[in-house]
């Protein structure tokens, strides 16, 4: 059966799990199940850059995903990065199981603010729309507006609005009410 | 849907090169991998990637920069950016002397690569638009598209492919409407010059001072109303064609002028004191005798023999009416599915009325009764009734008081007539009177007739 799992790598706070179950609940009529936290995998910290390597995570995350996870979200708080690019707000695979998303720079103190709980929730509602989007196929949207626009600064990540276009939207409908190999 | 660009990654490092293909995977682009510099090539010799992201340090075999001369080789077409770990001056220069088409210090913020996929992918596909329009317009005037079977004709068209790929200078002499400017194209289109610009300019439409800024350009204040700087014609041919057509009705001083570009092939904007110097094939034309206008001091002769080095000499179509039938056939063709009427030929009575007319419009004029012909016609063929008003026009049918005057005061007189009737719209009065807008143009002048 078609579910959706949900792990945080290290320690993140339960209240920022309940709003990412409650995100996939609302967006995805697949059952949410929780496993237990992972730790950080070892060497997955790169010291030179003071960043994790967003690729060790994500394979952590496939490691850990019961054999009948359809879908696997990792939270982490770790900032992510990938060699050729100076951090990911999240990252995910493009019609895959396997998805991670960030909260390093969804916070507003990273950019020297103080802490909003708000603006934290939206954007990581945000993100977690937009990578889950990615694993069921979807591409980044030309439409600005869309959930599934190319965030690459937070500026981008505040401009877009918390839904899917109309064309996005329809492509997600498709995929859950059609059996998970069979794609559009 | 949108176009699906293939890019490669070139990395040892298999983190490296697949977390860069994830992320331009998320973006929509079909990207392949490769370890080193010969699974690059070996991947790009079935598929024609758009850009090539190649790092500059690999160990073993071929380094960055050699991968990416050998790339060059295999698919010129392929924009290169290298990918380097630290930036130094000494090797971003090499790598973009090699023909790099930038170079990427990593990490780089993911804006950064973002920004420079859709600007090289925007190019690409303007590129690509361009070679497909040129490709369109220079199968619109291939020599197969001037149709005839007349032995003149044959021997023409024969000489525009022997004179193509010269640079020598062409004039066409031949009635308005016999078709010039086609010939001209087609010289352009056959020759090494075909995916340069071919410009094209009606030395009759404008006034001296005018003609003058529209063929060498002017620099900013020169005359009222110039406010920048503007190429002239001569200099958007630059490496093309540019055809003067109706060159004969030229003022002594451009005469002068133009005598120098031909020489020279350098001339001065108006107003400038800076020389430009161009590269262009002139091809001119003009419906005039321009000998008798040399004799009569009309012309430059010195012009005329710069102009005059290849001649070609069209006949009207009254000279050739065996190709009617086929020109006919042709515009009926055309024209009927370019304005969606069913209308599949002539019948044997009409074309003999076409043979028989005797064409002072030529080809243009044929092509417009044609058009005529089918705009009013309910037949699935065009019907000699269809160009009876043909007929009586040659036989100047109606009762008419024609006064006792000179028969250029005739035709001031019609060219009036005609041009108040359509509101002073030269290219309908034109079209009325069965010659080309820029003879009309001419008359004008001539009789200074206000329009």
């Not at chain 2, 020489?263 to 091809?283: A, K, M, P």
Request: one cysteine or more; aromatic letters at 6%; glycine letters at 8%.
């Amino acid at each position: 059966m078609n579910a959706v799992y949900l792990v945080a790598i290290g320690s993140v706070a339960n209240p920022v799990l309940d709003w990412v179950e409650a995100t996939i609940a609302e967006w995805c009529p697949w059952p949410v199940w929780r496993v237990p936290p992972l730790a950080f995998p070892p060497d997955s910290f790169d010291m030179k850059r003071g960043q994790y390597k967003s690729v060790d995570i994500m394979k952590a995350v496939a490691r850990c995903a019961p054999p009948e996870a359809t879908r696997i979200l990792g939270v982490t708080e770790g900032d992510l990065a990938i060699p050729t690019l100076t951090f990911v707000f999240g990252q995910a695979q493009l019609d895959g199981a396997v998805a991670v998303v960030s909260l390093a720079r969804l916070r507003q103190e990273f950019y020297g603010l103080p802490a909003d709980e708000n603006v934290l929730r939206e954007r990581l509602v945000k993100e977690v729309l937009h990578e889950l989007g990615h694993t069921f196929g979807l591409t980044h949207c030309a439409e600005p507006k869309c959930v599934m626009s190319l965030a690459t600064h937070i500026g981008l990540v505040d401009s877009k609005e918390l839904r899917y276009c109309g064309h996005c939207g329809a492509h997600l409908v498709h995929r859950f009410t059609t059996p998970d190999g069979e794609k559009s | 849907m949108k176009k699906v660009w293939p890019i490669l990654v070139v990395d040892d490092e298999e983190v490296m090169s697949e977390s860069m293909a994830a992320w331009l995977r998320e973006d929509g682009y079909r990207v392949d991998t490769a370890p080193n510099g010969q699974g690059a090539l070996e991947l790009a010799k079935s598929t024609d990637y758009a850009i090539c992201f190649i790092d500059l340090k690999m160990p073993g075999g071929m380094d960055g920069i050699e991968t990416m001369m050998e790339m060059r080789r295999v698919r010129p077409d392929s924009s290169i950016i290298i990918i380097t770990a630290y930036a130094t001056v000494d090797t971003a220069i090499q790598a973009m002397k090699e023909g790099a088409q930038e170079y990427i210090v990593k990490p780089c913020h993911p804006q950064e690569i973002s920004m420079l996929v859709s600007r090289i992918l925007k190019l690409k596909k303007l590129q690509s638009e361009n070679v497909i329009l040129r490709k369109k317009i220079s199968r619109q005037y291939k020599h197969h598209d001037i149709i005839t079977k007349n032995p003149r004709m044959q021997e023409i068209l024969g000489l525009t492919q022997e004179i193509a790929s010269l640079r020598s200078t062409v004039l066409i002499r031949g009635e308005s409407g016999t078709g010039k400017e086609l010939v001209a194209r087609a010289i352009h289109y056959s020759g090494a010059r075909a995916d340069k610009p071919f410009v094209s300019v009606s030395c009759a439409a404008l006034t001296e001072t005018l003609l003058e800024s529209e063929l060498f350009g002017h620099e900013k204040g020169s005359f009222t109303g110039a406010d920048g700087q503007t190429k002239g014609k001569f200099e958007l041919a630059d490496g093309g064609t540019i055809f003067l057509d109706e060159i004969g009705d030229i003022s002594p001083k451009l005469q002068a002028d133009l005598l120098r570009v031909l020489q020279e092939r350098r001339f001065y904007r108006v107003g400038g004191t800076n020389e430009v110097s161009v590269d262009v094939r002139v091809i001119a034309a003009t419906n005039k005798n321009l000998p008798e206008e040399v004799k009569e001091g009309r012309f430059r002769d010195d012009l005329y023999y710069r102009l005059n080095v290849i001649e070609i000499h069209i006949p009207p179509l009254r000279e050739r009416r065996e190709d009617i039938p086929l020109l006919a056939e042709h515009f009926v063709q055309r024209i009927a599915s370019e304005l969606g009427k069913d209308i599949s030929g002539i019948s044997a009575d009409a074309l003999k009325i076409l043979i028989d007319h005797d064409w002072p419009g030529n080809v243009r004029e044929l092509e417009n009764v044609i058009e005529r012909a089918i705009v009013t016609s309910h037949n699935g063929t065009l019907e000699d009734g269809d160009f009876a008003w043909l007929t009586q026009r040659n036989k100047g049918g109606q009762s008419w008081d024609v006064p006792d005057v000179p028969l250029s005061e005739l035709e001031r007189r019609a060219i009036i007539a005609v041009l108040e009737r359509k509101q002073g719209n030269v290219k309908e009065a034109a079209l009325a009177l069965g010659i080309d807008r820029s003879t009309l143009y001419d008359k004008l002048k001539r009789y200074d007739i206000a329009h």
